[in-house]
Nanobody
């Protein structure tokens, strides 16, 4: 089973930036997986944030983060990143990284998940 570990969360003020990372390990086939970021605010459903294909050549973002967040991956380091700029209070959530075979924006398309990292954006 694949292991994923997020890092980089914290408490910041609105307008600040954070970079989340997700290190993945396990079967070698993981490097051919799509990877994605989801987030879940208290009392709400987990929602899609961004995803990237296995080569890193194709990315897709939810409208709420488009232009502010950038997803990337470095397969040589077994790591995916989410650069978050101009953070807003509504970005406050637990952020999860996930991997899946040719996965898109749906939670059910992803097979393995990390434990999550808390991002809190204050005014």
């Amino acid at each position: 089973q694949e292991q994923l570990a997020e890092a980089g969360g914290g408490v910041v003020q609105a307008g600040d930036s954070l970079r989340l990372s997700c290190e993945f390990s396990g079967r070698s086939a993981t490097r051919w997986f799509f990877m994605g970021w989801f987030r879940q605010a208290p009392g709400k459903e987990r929602e899609f944030v961004a995803r990237i294909n296995w080569t890193g050549s194709t990315t897709y973002y939810d409208d709420s983060v488009k232009g502010r967040f950038t997803i990337s991956r470095d397969n040589s380091r077994n790591t995916m990143y989410l650069q978050m700029n101009r953070l807003r209070p509504e970005d406050t959530a637990v952020y999860f990284c996930a991997v899946g075979r040719i996965a898109g924006t749906e939670e059910k398309e992803y097979d393995y998940w990390g434990q999550g990292t808390q991002v809190t954006v204050s005014l």
